[in-house]
């Protein structure tokens, strides 16, 4: 019998079954499997282990004949002590031979990796995690950008990517080397690539009281689909909601710095705003950080802000998803619900999750 490599192959490349599979099997790939797991915080699981000085996600190499997903689940089982069912990828990454790092002696030809999604894992889950006797010897839960500083660079690049693809879920992403083919706007913002400012605040309903120093003012800006606009600084990768600082040309109404942070950060206009409450550090009682909620208008072109000079990429998605790219605590739980009942005195639906959109021109709706 013979065969040839392709359909549309002429008939002088054909080959017998023998010498079609010897040549498959010269190109052959190792293949293995990871596992993101994050906390309610969005902290990532790492591992320590006995064998590198570098960390890794939950996972390794595939038995033979086994599913990536079979051998996910294994992995949780062997490492962790857990059982679960891991059926949604989130990247598959293509490793080269020449960027591995691996010894010479090892021959190692390359990888294909799957990155499953592994959840959210509250308290009672992560207590539950019992590590084997050897090989993994602690884990960590970690901001993501310290993963570059605590798995290898490839492996790092790898993990960021999958945090990126599960937050703006678009569907598994495709990986050389830890790097997306084909980039979303939150790989191109560079998301994450900073700890997040960790404000985990009390929530209060309504009205900051007599005596408090409003000294921030930001907005839950929904779009008619019920997304809400996000800036991400272009310097940092961090996320905002529009919004600012108090100036002394704001003569102390909190609308007005609203209004002219949206114009200046975002050149966004809004209509019927909420007040929805405010959060206040414990560290500075007499502070007060007010959050409304607002109906987007308009759009402009991006521009310079002329605080910083520094041009905000700006972006739509579900408030979800925007949670997703702050560190607020717990306490963001309380806002979140009061944005979404303000959301409903509105008129504008809830949205689903979906992959983000870039507002680059004028919009108006």
Known sequence: MTTTPSPDAPPSTSMTDAEYG????????WAGTSVLITDQYGRVLVQHVDYRDTCLLPGGGLDQGESPASGAARELGEELGITAVLDRCLAVDWVSAATSGA????????????????????????DSIRLPPSEVTAIDLVEPAQLPDMLSATDARRAMSAVRARINAAGAVLLENGRPIAPTVLDRAGVLQTARPANHYPWHHGPAPQGLTIIQVLAWQFAPDGRVLVLIDPRTGTAVLPGGTP???DHGDPLTTLRRESAEEAAARFESPLLLGHVTDPAQQQRAYLRYATRLTHVGPAHPDPATGHTYTRILTSPEQALELFDWGAPAAEQLAAAHRARERLGIPRAARQPATELRGSTTW
Do not use: C, K
């Open 247 to 249: 100036e002394q040309e």
């Open 22 to 29: 010897a040549l498959r099997a010269s190109a052959a790939l």
């Open 103 to 126: 010894p010479a002696v090892m021959r190692f030809p390359g990888e294909i990796i799957h990155v499953f999604d592994g959840g959210t894992w509250n308290d009672a889950m992560i």
